[in-house]
Structures are given as C-alpha cells and as structure tokens.
C-alpha cells in the first residue's frame, strides 16, 4: 500500500518555473514506477512524464519533452516534476502514480499501469 501526496502547485507566469514533488506519506517508492499525470477542465487524464523504478529510463509526452524534467530519490521516497517555460496550456491539476511494482526496467505510461495516485496539485499558468 502507498499512499503520495504532492505539493509545489500554484500560479506563474508564462514563461515561468515549478517544481512538483511527491512524496510518499506511507510505503515505499522504491520499487515502483513513477509518473506525472495532468487534467485540463473538460479533457482526459494524460501522463506527461514517466520514470522506472531504477531511475535509469524515463518517458515524455512530446508538448512538455525539452521544458519538463521527471527524476526521483529512492531514499527520500520523493519523485519531483520540474517544470520550465511553462505555458498557459500547461494549467491542469497535476497528479503523480506509482505502478508496475517490480519491473526495474520498464518505464509505465498508461493510466491502467498505476495502481496508487495522489490527491493532485493545481497549475496555472497565467499573466
């Protein structure tokens, strides 16, 4: 059982910087998959950025390749999103998963592989 809370929400301006964390307040993240996941009013759940469990592979949506940077710390039990030269389309609420226990290698990205989510973050990005 793991239970993630994020944090590092808010508002900013175009152009401007996050950083999201998560954290998990009970188990162990360390051998699971990791993945940042947003929803946009009216639109699907996407996953957005996504890193295995050995921290050596990682997987990125094409719209935030280049701006967003997923990475993890097995010992602090904390996977963080940063997020630069955000734009006004990046605004949603932004979660983060665990799944594919056990798969070292494989980098999950599809919402039926994530067992555990967190309760979301809101991002908006407006001048």
């Known amino acids: 059982q793991v239970q993630l809370v994020e944090s590092g929400g808010g508002l900013v301006q175009p152009g401007g910087s996050l950083k999201l964390s998560c954290v998990a307040s009970k188990g162990s993240l360390a051998y699971y998959g990791m993945g940042w996941f947003r929803q946009a009013p009216g639109k699907e759940r996407e996953a957005i950025a996504c890193?295995?469990?050995?921290?050596?592979?990682?997987w990125y949506e094409d719209s935030v390749q280049g701006r967003f940077t997923i990475s993890r710390d097995n010992e602090k039990n904390t996977v963080t999103l940063q997020m630069d030269s955000l734009k006004p389309e990046d605004t949603a609420v932004y979660y983060c998963?665990?799944?594919?226990?056990?798969?070292?290698?494989?980098?999950?990205?599809?919402?039926?592989?994530?067992?555990?989510w967190g309760q979301g973050t809101q991002v908006t990005v407006s001048s």
């Open positions: 998963a665990a799944g594919a226990y056990g798969s070292a290698w494989y980098v999950p990205r599809s919402l039926s592989e994530f067992n555990y």
């Open positions: 890193i295995n469990s050995g921290a050596g592979s990682t």
